[in-house]
């Protein structure tokens, strides 16, 4: 027994340490990309910090030298990894604080945010996939497919408007943005409450924009394994038809579900941009929105590499969580 | 080309046509788009563009933020600007966008694919490692950075977005021409003495064809809905307004606080029905393309 474990179990280390190794490759590739991007093809730094305005020649050469922009290329990217690793992304343009302060402190509103949203599409769009699924082609199959495609066709932000434009100013049942009421000093459970109050509709607004996609997965999914023989031996037996869904079908249509999920929360951090903006949520993604008008470029290029490194790590995550769940990946 | 090479060829098109035909959702889809396709290609005679200057709307009188039943169609905006011909003339930029983006994704897309899986061996590890990059940094982020680097014009858009979507067309075609390489007419052709660029051109891209084209028509929705956001974050071209430019200044200017929905309704209805139109083509296509589809469907 001890020889038959033995293969395997190093064939996983094997299969792990390879995908650990790529992750660590993709991270230098966006580090180097990174550095090619806001470094060369952003030719002149110093100019885009005045943009026009009338600066002395004199000054504009301090200014280089401070900066180091006069020393060579690798000199430059050798400083632009150290100071990475220390997790110095600079100064923001806009609020002359660091950018990593910056950044870490939306972090929370939305992870808060895009984590339900993530885990309530999840939940409901695959349970509205199972349900389509199951009754192919009656009249639940049919709305629950289109429904989809519908939200799933609109721009996220745009059926944020319509929900704020519905909800808060029309009918008033919900704040027009931010996180907390302005100048409120409630505190515990009242605090609590004012926050639901206020991630009601950027929630509602994502989870139906993710929704779709975790429904279409699963229809299909669902609908290759009902083909299977041991579902027609499971019915045969006389199980009841729930039992026939939920303990045989289900689970082995569940899979592709669990894969996209993982994925999916890699785009957790960067994946509310427009949405966060209309609702005015203090989080990364306003905090991109905003640094697009600048442009500030220190805080956008901080939180590339932040969205970016979220994804490696979750697309590392989603691999050694599918070679647990399905020992045939080593193979591969 | 054989006479009987030309009979087989319109055979299969004529086939292609009439499953097309014969799909509810390929038709209903194509009708949608010939509406919003002759609305952009005729938008000089629906719409006067001199109406998107706020300088002309001013000096012939329009009211400020009036809603439909008091001007025209839909209304006026902050700057007195009729919103049915910025719908009109934004419905040209965002077609225009979401074409041109997608011919770029899907050319490269494709052309990485095909030598991917055509030529193997190491340029293909290299290419896949390049492609799996570009699948893992995050779209939107990338393209944001690289609109605001470039700076804010059509072309630039256009190029933003190829440049970062064609990662998953690159990766479908390698599989399917691994496949279709591995068919014996190929063997057959090969030994008769084609050369590499006969069989590709003559033999792969020919069985590959159907399946570029179902995963263009899918990638049309994807280019405008982009082309959308990053109109709506700032990066859209001041000159030319899309409908992700028109949601972008309703929601700057105050039109979601005035409850002014006929600003923003129009723009994102048509962003709404043409990429649905376009995802209803392309499910029928990839239907065709793949027979397999249909019986899950």
Redesign the interface.
């Given at each position: 027994m001890l020889a038959s474990e033995q293969p395997e179990s190093r064939g996983r280390s094997h299969f792990i340490l390879k995908k650990v190794l790529?992750s660590l490759l993709?991270l230098v590739?966006?580090l180097v990309?990174n550095f090619v991007?806001?470094r060369i093809?952003?030719s002149d730094p110093i100019g885009s910090l005045f943009r026009g305005r009338n600066v002395p020649a004199a000054k504009i050469a301090e200014l280089r030298t401070a900066f180091g922009l006069d020393e060579s290329l690798w000199v430059q990217f050798w400083a632009y990894v150290r100071q990475t690793f220390q997790l110095n992304f600079g100064i923001s343009y806009q609020s002359r604080q660091p950018v990593w302060n910056e950044i870490v402190s939306a972090i929370p509103a939305t992870v808060a945010l895009v984590g339900i949203s993530a885990v309530l599409s999840a939940v409901i769009g695959t349970i509205g996939g199972v349900i389509a699924a199951w009754r192919r082609n009656t009249w639940k199959d049919h709305a629950i497919t289109s429904g989809t495609?519908?939200f799933y066709?609109?721009?996220d932000?745009?059926l944020g408007?319509?929900l704020?434009?519905g909800f808060a100013?029309?009918l008033g049942w919900f704040p027009?943005g931010g996180m907390t009421d302005a100048g409120s000093t409630a505190t515990g459970l009242a605090l609590l409450l004012d926050r639901l109050h206020h991630i009601f509709l950027p929630a509602l607004t994502l989870t139906l924009a993710y929704l779709g996609e975790y429904a279409l997965v699963t229809r299909?999914s669902l609908?290759?394994v009902m083909g299977e023989d041991y579902l027609t031996v499971a019915k045969a037996k006389g199980l009841r038809d729930v039992v026939v869904r939920n303990r045989h079908a289900v689970p082995n249509a569940l899979l592709p579900v669990v894969t996209l999920t993982a994925i999916n929360f890699?785009?957790v951090l960067?994946g509310a941009?427009?949405v966060e903006?209309?609702f005015s949520w203090p989080g990364l993604g306003k905090a991109?929105?905003d640094a697009?008008?600048g442009?500030d470029?220190p805080m956008?290029?901080g939180?590339?590499l932040l969205?970016?490194a979220?994804?490696?790590f979750f697309?590392l995550l989603a691999d050694v969580a599918y070679a647990w769940l399905d020992p045939r990946v080593e193979r591969a | 080309m054989t006479s009987l090479a030309m009979q087989r060829r319109r055979a299969t098109a004529g086939r292609v046509l009439g499953q097309f035909r014969s799909s509810k959702q390929g038709v209903i889809g194509f009708s949608v788009l010939l509406v919003f396709v002759v609305i952009a290609l005729a938008a000089p005679l629906l719409a006067d563009v001199r109406e998107l200057n706020p300088v002309y709307a001013r000096a012939s009188g329009n009211p400020q933020w009036a809603s439909p039943g008091e001007f025209g169609a839909l209304g006026t905006d902050h700057l007195r600007r009729s919103v049915w011909v910025q719908f009109v003339w934004g419905s040209r930029v965002s077609l225009f966008v979401g074409l041109a983006a997608t011919i770029l994704t899907i050319s490269i897309g494709s052309v990485v694919g095909i030598v991917s899986g055509f030529v193997g061996g190491r340029p293909d590890a290299f290419l896949m490692r390049i492609t799996e990059w570009f699948l893992v940094i995050p779209f939107l982020p990338l393209a944001i950075v690289l609109a605001s680097i470039l700076g804010r014009n059509v072309w630039n858009i256009i190029l933003v977005i190829g440049v970062t979507s064609w990662p998953s067309t690159a990766r479908l075609l390698r599989a399917q021409v691994l496949t279709v390489k591995q068919r014996l007419f190929v063997d057959r052709a090969r030994s008769l003495g084609a050369g590499n660029g006969h069989l590709v051109a003559r033999h792969i891209l020919p069985n590959v064809s159907g399946l570029i084209l179902a995963n263009a028509t899918l990638a049309v929705p994807i280019s405008i809905l982009t082309e959308t956001t990053l109109s709506f974050l700032g990066l859209g071209d001041p000159s030319s307004p899309s409908w992700g430019k028109t949601l972008e200044e309703a929601f700057v200017n105050g039109a979601m606080v005035r409850n002014a929905w006929w600003y923003f309704l129009p723009a994102g209805l048509g962003i709404l029905i043409v990429v649905l139109a376009f995802t209803l083509i392309g499910r029928t296509l990839e239907e065709i393309a793949d027979p397999r589809l249909g019986r899950s469907r």
């Open positions: 790529g993709t590739f966006v990309f991007l806001f093809v952003q495609m519908v066709s609109m721009p932000f745009w408007m319509i704020l434009v100013v029309v027009v299909s609908l290759d890699g785009f960067s941009i427009a903006a209309v991109t929105a697009i008008r442009p470029l956008l290029q939180l590339f969205f970016s979220a994804v490696i697309n | -």
